[in-house]
């Protein structure tokens, strides 16, 4: 399994004044592997390009789920860093981003979860591992608001054949609805030991 380490800044004053935005706060999102994280060493160029890929992929994400007028003139910062990659960063990178987001406050339209799919012999495999990816079939990558089904993020590896394409996105936003659960249970977890912390009894 993949580890990652999902962290935030802010919002603070934006960095890049020319950046800023008067009626909302941006986001920046940096994404790099641990020096021990990956599991295939490959070259550094290659690797800039991709993780500097996958935190544009996650900022755009984000964007679309945060509730940036709250913060206008703001920027909000994600740290995100691999740890053991075992396949399927990119999904478990925007899972651990949801939380460490509600874990600081930060007010989200709903939940973001991210759920991947390949196809094998007709059949549709979820939560990807190196070993799968590396059978260079189809790699569909879906980030989804679960309570309306909204997609905020796709991406899609290598050939998908249409046949295989509507059972492909019924069973990754299923996966996605999965994940919100295990997501929501952590939450309430958080929630319980909080309100414990503070003599109060939560309503969760």
């Known amino acids: 399994s993949s580890g990652i380490n999902a962290e935030y800044g802010g919002p603070h004053e934006c960095a890049n004044r020319t950046a800023r935005n008067h009626e909302r706060a941006i986001i920046s999102c940096s994404y790099n592997f641990a020096s021990f994280g990956a599991a295939v060493r490959k070259k550094k160029m290659t690797a800039d390009k991709k993780t500097t890929e996958v935190g544009v992929m996650i900022q755009n994400t984000f964007e679309a789920a945060v509730m940036l007028e709250k913060f206008p003139k703001s920027q909000i910062d994600i740290y995100v860093q691999v ?98 659960v295990l997501l929501d249970r952590q939450v309430k977890e958080w929630t319980v030991e909080a309100a414990a912390a503070y003599e109060i009894k939560p309503r969760v």
């Open 83 to 180: 740890l053991q990659g075992d396949g399927g960063e990119r999904c478990v990178a925007i899972n651990a981003t949801t939380l460490a987001l509600i874990n600081a406050g930060i007010p989200l339209k709903d939940y973001v979860c991210a759920c991947a799919a390949t196809v094998f012999q007709d059949s549709v495999l979820l939560d990807i591992n190196n070993l799968e990816e590396s059978y260079r079939g189809p790699l569909f990558m879906l980030a989804v608001m679960p309570q309306t089904e909204s997609i905020v993020q796709l991406q899609l590896d290598h050939r998908l054949h249409n046949d295989h394409l509507d059972k492909v996105v019924r069973e990754t936003i299923q996966g996605c609805r999965d994940i919100k």
